[in-house]
């Protein structure tokens, strides 16, 4: 990023951002009789209120500038997720024969979309003389150039989309920590057996505690206690993996279920799904020159590992293998430590996860409940979203059906819809841009609708004991 006194002093940058809005509101008046005084104080109004925030970013990330290793280990970090650790499973889903062609396409449309949101903030920053555009700010001014209006409605959905799917891991973290909890006291003790809905209700208590952390200095020091439980658990996994793996017989598991096919999808995006961290990494770098080559390793790195974890994951436990990779580690060291690394790095991301949510809903959560205390407000919106996510992991307890839905639901819209969407609106594409973004557009939606419409029906049959109309990709959770 530029440096920020290139722009000039706040003042400077306001009188400049309103003498410019002024300018293209002339130009548009003039072609428009209908354009009145209120539009133009509305117009200048949003372009403001963008800039506000941005400027704020811009600011409080200029004091704390990052290196590129640590910008490459924050997005690496960012997408080791839960879903990375169901890839296993859904190579199962789809066979080895089609399982990983389909996840590296799926990286390279996603790779491709990242880029496309960081030009979006480059062409629209320029624009609007604002640095330090987040994701939220490129849709919203991008629906406003586009459609003449204040560009809120763009906001609105990706807000909508952002905190559903926040929402969304975080009801999929209650599960996958209550589960491995529950597989490691049953690996030691196995007559104490009791339902995982019961593991799920006693950690609502201390996920209820973590998430009254908001100081974002505590936050960061629950990341990087949580990269090294992370990383350590993978370790393991991998050693048990090449330990036990047998490279022998594999032509079963190159066979797959294409009517599993939307599952996959789902879940692939899901673990895919890092488009968030794209603009706030590349607006805290020392040297944001070397974003792109970082964003591009990056992801091919996360790839790789995802078709590697997925297939080596898949040919160790075949047939047996579990919505997440942990839940099959058996009683020894090795799986002990990996199983708790996962369940507390799941933990400790929590608050973290929980806090995109809670700085969405905040402001309009406050301007309801105006007569009461800032503390009260945060207090009962953090109980209440808590709760949400606490319901939906004991009514929808199938891991795998949630992730695929989450990844459908939100994050296909979010990693595969928005961004060239938010590219055609801004730039002058040529027509082979066109038809890619278009391409890219009609895969996103192909994806989410079909991929919601599986996820639901199976979730629904996997809860009323119906059966589906092939075969199940459900394996539930030990009762």
């Keep these: 990023m530029s440096d920020p006194s290139c722009y000039g002093s706040v003042q400077q940058i306001e009188d400049n951002l309103i003498q410019e809005e002024c300018d293209m509101i002339n130009d548009t008046a003039a072609h428009s009789p209908n354009y009145s005084s209120q539009d133009l104080l509305a117009d200048v109004s949003i372009v403001q209120d963008v800039f506000s925030r941005s400027l704020t970013i811009h600011r409080n990330l200029n004091s704390n500038k990052i290196t590129k290793l640590e910008t490459f280990v924050h ?59 987040g994701y939220g700010d490129v849709v919203q001014l991008a629906f406003k150039d586009y459609f003449n209006n204040d560009g809120r409605m763009g906001r609105y959905l990706i807000d909508s989309f952002l905190v559903v799917s926040q929402l969304g891991f975080c009801s999929v973290y209650f599960i996958l920590i209550a589960q491995n909890i529950k597989s490691t006291v049953e690996n030691y003790n196995p007559h104490f057996v009791i339902g995982l809905k019961v593991y ?3 950690l609502l208590v201390f996920v209820m505690l973590s998430s009254f952390i908001w100081r974002m200095k505590t936050l960061a020091l629950f990341s990087m206690l949580g990269n090294v ?27 797959g279920h294409l009517n599993n096919l939307p599952i996959f999808l789902g879940m692939a995006v899901y673990a895919m799904e890092g488009i968030g961290l794209v603009l706030p990494l590349r607006n805290q770098m020392e040297e944001p020159a070397y974003f792109p080559l970082i964003l591009t390793l990056g992801m091919c790195l996360i790839t790789l590992g995802q078709v590697l974890f997925g297939v080596l994951g898949y040919i160790c436990f075949r047939e047996h293998v579990l919505a997440i990779i942990t839940f099959n580690l058996p009683n020894g060291i090795i799986g002990t430590v990996a199983t708790l690394c996962v369940a507390f790095c799941v933990y400790l991301t929590y608050p973290l996860i929980l806090y995109v949510p809670v700085e969405i809903l905040l402001p309009p959560t406050l301007s309801t409940f105006s007569r009461y205390s800032y503390f009260s407000v945060q207090f009962w919106l953090r109980t209440s979203l808590v709760l949400v996510t606490f319901l939906f992991a004991v009514l929808i307890p199938h891991i795998d059906l949630f992730i695929a839905l989450i990844g459908a639901l939100a994050s296909c819209s979010l990693a595969l819809i928005f961004p060239p969407v938010s590219y055609l609106m801004v730039h002058r594409a040529t027509l082979l841009d066109k038809l890619l973004c278009v391409f890219i557009i009609a895969v996103g939606v192909t994806c989410g609708i079909v991929g919601t419409l599986y996820a639901t029906k199976d979730i629904v049959c996997a809860l009323c004991s119906l059966p589906t109309g092939g075969p199940f990709p459900c394996k539930p959770p030990p009762s």
């Design 75 to 133: 997005f690496i970090k960012g997408n080791l997720g839960s879903g990375f650790f169901s890839m296993p499973f859904a190579m199962s889903l789809v066979g080895l024969a089609v399982g990983p062609p389909i996840l590296c396409f799926v990286g390279l449309l996603g790779l491709f979309c990242m880029f496309l949101i960081v030009k979006c903030a480059d062409t629209l920053g320029r624009k609007y003389n604002s640095p330090g555009l």
């Design 200 to 202: 799920i209700v006693v």
């Design 229 to 255: 439980f992370v990383f350590t658990g993978l370790i393991l996994i991998f050693v048990y993996i090449f330990r036990h793996a047998e490279f022998t017989n594999l032509s079963p598991l190159y066979v």
